[in-house]
């Protein structure tokens, strides 16, 4: 016996008459989201270490950190340019996605801060960078999805929303840690 489908061909749980949605969709969706948000994260962090995309390099991004205030400014450069690198990369292949989105939560939380003097909007407002956030944060809670490297390893094969919420907090924390070293 095949089981009942709506209308749309779909199968229906039983009782009810709306289908089962197809999860190939929710990891199809979560793949480019992680591709989009891994390749932007990773290009920005490349502009930081290695100047590439018009970036300043370790120096250049020094120099800027340390007229922003931070204390060690080319160290700041190398721990923000590899964490968007690293972070992104891992967004990519979906390997620990909770870890890689926090990174990236943790980094564009201090870039919230740099911000948000200038308002909501571009071109010096924090709605780009809040976005970053926003989205980062929702691939630590949500995980990859079917289509990563996560699905190999057997601790992170099933995601739990535990991951993502401890993984986000680390962020949090070491995010408010920079930020409280900034003169």
């Known amino acids: 016996m095949t089981p009942p489908t709506s209308t749309l061909g ?13 999860l190939h969709g929710y990891d199809a969706g979560l793949l480019i989201l992680r591709i989009a948000l891994g390749l932007t994260m990773a ?24 007229a922003s205030g ?11 340019g590899l964490t968007e690198t690293l972070g992104g990369l891992g967004l990519v292949i979906g390997l620990l996605t909770p870890l890689a989105g926090a990174a ?9 801060a740099m911000h948000w003097s200038g308002g909501f909007f571009a071109p010096k407002g924090v709605e780009y960078v809040l976005l970053l956030t926003a989205a980062s944060a929702a ?34 924390v070491l995010a408010a840690v920079v930020l409280l070293l900034k003169k």
């Open 10 to 22: 779909a199968p229906v749980t039983a009782g009810t008459d709306r289908p089962i949605p197809s």
């Open 70 to 80: 931070y204390p060690a400014g080319e160290v700041m450069a190398a721990v923000a």
């Open 104 to 112: 990236i939560v943790g980094t564009m939380v201090n870039a919230l």
């Open 43 to 66: 290009a920005h962090g490349s502009q930081k270490l290695f100047g590439w995309f018009g970036g300043g390099g370790i120096e250049g991004t020094g120099m800027f950190f340390t």
């Open 139 to 172: 691939l630590a809670l949500t995980g990859p999805g079917r289509y990563a490297v996560d699905r190999f390893l057997p601790g992170l094969r099933t995601h739990r929303l535990a991951y993502g919420v401890a993984a986000v907090a680390l962020g949090l």
